[in-house]
């Protein structure tokens, strides 16, 4: 089992975009996928067709202890399972602050579980937190989505030096997946900069596959689907079944 946290302090850079279309490709290669939505905003549980009233209990109850990962986890149409959020989980901040073992409480509820999948998803809120902190902890490796514009530079430091202090106190194992360019503009000249200055900083961490900006890419969360079934010709999805590809392939090794 390889869990993934798919991360990054700075919002709006395509992280729920990701995390639901990789569960929904790799799940196409016939991966087993459980994706987890750890963020309160709850956006990846609509995205993959859960309304907020089917999602219960939540991530809220697991990290709690109020309820098993099996009476949490909802299986979705598009071949993977996926752990739901919303509003709820913001009161966990504060009700996991007076828990034993805190930070260890999501890794210790997947531990229980361990052989029914072959590929975890963990969709990280835009803050660094306690349930961001609980991603970590529990993963394997973080995959970075990311906007090639001069801001991103910056929140980049700042998350490599986030990975460096909870690989040095709680998770040593944890490491940088991979970085993924996403809602990339080739024909922007500032773009294809940054892009270029990732490539020599990163090297082979930086994933081949580009996601483009993709109007049908947008679409797809408005309609509770994955873009590979709501357009599985377009560019955004053709871009995520490659990347699937990608992982695949980096794990095989």
């Given at each position: 089992m390889k869990v993934l ?100 409480r999501l890794k210790e ?57 909870v690989r040095h106190h ?84």
């Amino acid at each position: 089992m390889k869990v993934l946290a798919i991360t990054n302090q700075k919002g709006g850079v395509g992280k729920t975009t990701t995390a639901v279309n990789l569960a929904a490709s790799l799940g196409a290669e016939g991966q087993r996928v459980l994706l987890i939505d750890m963020d309160p905003q709850g956006n990846a549980t609509t995205g993959a067709g859960i309304t907020k009233k089917e999602a219960l209990p939540t991530v809220y109850q697991l990290l709690i202890g109020a309820a098993t990962l099996v009476e949490v986890c909802i299986k979705t149409e598009f071949a993977f399972d996926i752990l739901p959020a919303n509003r709820e989980l913001a009161g966990a901040e504060v009700e996991l602050i007076e828990l034993d073992r805190r930070e260890y409480r999501l890794k210790e509820a997947l531990a229980q579980n361990h052989d029914e999948y072959d590929f975890v998803l963990i969709d990280c809120p835009p803050a660094l937190n306690m349930l961001t902190v609980n991603a970590l902890v529990a993963a394997d490796s973080v995959l970075i989505p990311m906007q090639c514009e001069y801001y991103a530079l910056e929140g980049l430091s700042d998350l490599v030096e986030t990975l460096r202090k909870v690989r040095h106190h709680l998770n040593s194992r944890l490491e940088v997946e991979g970085l993924l360019r996403t809602m990339y503009n080739g024909q922007s000249t500032l773009t294809q900069q940054v892009s270029n200055e990732l490539e020599s900083h990163f090297g082979d961490k930086v994933y081949k596959t580009i996601v483009p900006r993709n109007v049908r890419l947008a679409e797809a969360p408005s309609y509770g689907k994955p873009v590979i079934a709501f357009d599985k010709n377009s560019k955004g999805a053709l871009a995520y079944s490659a990347l699937a590809q990608e992982i695949l392939e980096r794990t095989a090794k």
